[in-house]
């Protein structure tokens, strides 16, 4: 089912490729989990279909099937293998792929995504082709983060800009995908990114955010074993785990500055504790910083179970 959310770009798209002025390179800036990557593999099916332009993508031709599976041998999707990064020997293969002529005379697309997770040799490598493109090709990056790209890429890309769909719209395209589900409170905690939380279980989602709340408030009382909780957390699910734990230090932080009013600045004791909260906001700020560059860090040899346990027993001030 078409994302409603995206008719839009679909439309944009498509107007430019029946006009003849589909440009060779698109990088598709989504707001996570809002579709970046379907809309990719839409474009790309637009100009693999056997249709007449007007048509394209009918959705019904081998080409159009054969692309939606990610079987059309003229498609090349790029994607991170045994790491979170995508590497220059991934986008050498691409660029020689794209080089050949395609095997139905028409196209031939490469997808990165994410393309922000390319180290700079790869980003270098794939500089080359997007300055000189084979004739009848379609480079799609998609990136949620397109900052980390090198400028010289983000220039010679035409840039679509996909934004979180209303809450609504999401659950709506969720139930008519998916079926029935929690999908609400599988939005709260995974935010406006229904492609996310279609490919996960909303009731394995809901389950473990409450588990991951219970073990933070039971640290901040002092209690549970920080040793085990960690380790339980560190084996299993620990980016959702991660999210998790990145939305009950946020909502705290938002609860503390609403309650206060604006603060213009942020460092030791600027800030004291209000009835019943154990962290001051200094504290809540830097829990969080920990929380994202452990987001950040699944490349790294870090003791991750290690980390959860120093982060959770800050928790407990009760010494402090």
Known sequence: MTPGWLASEIARLHGAYTAGRLPHALLIHEAPGAGGEWLARWAAGMVLCSSPREAAPCGRCMPCQRASQGQHPDLMMVQPVESSQIKIEQVRELSVELGLTAHQGGYKVGILSPADSMNRFAANALLKTLEEPPRGTLLILVASQPSRLPATILS?????????????????????????????????VLGPAPMSAAAADPGAVVEIAAEVRRGLEEAVAGGGDPVATAERWARSELPLRLSCVENWLTERIRGRMGAAGLFTEVRAGAHPRGPGESLDLRQLFGLLDTVLELKSSFDAPINRGLALESLLRSLDTRGA
């Not at 800009?161 to 719209?169: E, I, K, N, T, V």
């Not at 139930?175 to 589900?181: C, I, L, M, V």
């Open 156 to 188: 010679r890309c035409q840039r679509v800009r996909l934004r979180a769909p209303d809450r609504g719209q999401a659950i709506a395209w969720l139930e008519a995908t998916r079926g029935p589900g929690d999908w609400g409170r599988a939005l709260d």
